[in-house]
C-alpha cells in the first residue's frame, strides 16, 4: 500500500500567521490518466471531514483562498496564508491514485 | 442540497454481524461512485470499500476482505456495508461518502459509531 506521511503532525499557529503542513507518499502519485490524485481535507472538531483541494492545486468550491496545494510527484505542500479561528482541526491528505486509497496520519492545527 | 444520512450502527460482540445503511437525497444517487470510510476513535481516516455506481465494480481495503460487503440499491438511494466476522479493531465511526473516488469525497455523511466489544 502507498504510505502517506505528513509532517509536522502537530502545528500550533499564531493567528493571522502563515501555516505549511508537507505531506510525502511512498509512491508517485502520477495517474495514467496523467492527473495527480493528492487530496487534502480538513476535519474540524466533532465534524465529518471536508474537501478543501482536489488533484494536487485544485480548490473547492466555498474554500477561502487562503488555502492553496502544490506539489508534484512524491511531495506536497498546503498552505495557509493567514490563519484564522475558523482553521482550527486536523488536516489529512489523501492520495487516489493507487488502491487501496490512503490518507495521511493527520496535521493538528491549533491556535497559539 | 446533498444529504448523506447512515444508520445501522451500535454495540456488537465480537464475530457478530452488522449493517450499515446510508440514504442518500439531493443528488441523483445512481450517477456516483460510493464509499464506506472509518474512522477509530481518536485515530486517522481509513478507506473501507468502493462501488461503482451500476455496482458493476467493487473494491476493499485488504483488512475487511471477505468479512465486508458494499452494496447499493439505486432505486432506493440508499448504499449499504454489511460487516460480518467483526472485530475489535473495526471500532470506529463509519462515513458514507460520495464520489468522486480518485479526487477524494466532495460529500459526506455525520458518520455512524460502530462498537465491537464483549
Known amino acids: 500500500d502507498v504510505v502517506m506521511t505528513q509532517s509536522p503532525l502537530s502545528l500550533p499557529v499564531t493567528l493571522g500567521q502563515p501555516a505549511s503542513i508537507s505531506c510525502r507518499s511512498t509512491?508517485?502519485?502520477?495517474?495514467?490518466?496523467?492527473?495527480?490524485?493528492l487530496n487534502w481535507f480538513q476535519q474540524r472538531p466533532g465534524q465529518s471531514p471536508r474537501r478543501l483541494i482536489y488533484?494536487?492545486?485544485n480548490r473547492d468550491s466555498g474554500v477561502p483562498d487562503r488555502f492553496s496545494g502544490s506539489g508534484s510527484g512524491t511531495d506536497f505542500t498546503l498552505k495557509i496564508s493567514r490563519v484564522e479561528a475558523e482553521d482550527v482541526g486536523v488536516y489529512y491528505c489523501m492520495q487516489g491514485t493507487h488502491w487501496p486509497f490512503t490518507f495521511g496520519p493527520g496535521t493538528k492545527v491549533d491556535i497559539k | 442540497e446533498v444529504q448523506l444520512v447512515e444508520s445501522g450502527g451500535g454495540l456488537v460482540q465480537p464475530g457478530g454481524s452488522l449493517r450499515l445503511s446510508c440514504a442518500a437525497s439531493g443528488f441523483t444517487f445512481s450517477s456516483y461512485w460510493m464509499s464506506w470510510v472509518r474512522q477509530a476513535p481518536g485515530k486517522g481516516l481509513e478507506w473501507v470499500a468502493n462501488?461503482?455506481?451500476?455496482?458493476?465494480?467493487?473494491y476493499y481495503v485488504d483488512s475487511v476482505k471477505g468479512r465486508f460487503t458494499i452494496s447499493r440499491d439505486n432505486a432506493k438511494n440508499s448504499l449499504y456495508l454489511q460487516m460480518n466476522s467483526l472485530r475489535a479493531e473495526d471500532t470506529a465511526v463509519y462515513y458514507c461518502a460520495r464520489g468522486p473516488v480518485r479526487g477524494g469525497p466532495t460529500y459526506w455523511g455525520q458518520g455512524t459509531l460502530v462498537t465491537v466489544s464483549s
Open positions: 462501488i461503482k455506481q451500476d455496482g458493476s465494480e467493487k
Open positions: 488533484k494536487v492545486s
Open positions: 509512491q508517485s502519485l502520477v495517474y495514467s490518466d496523467g492527473n495527480t490524485y
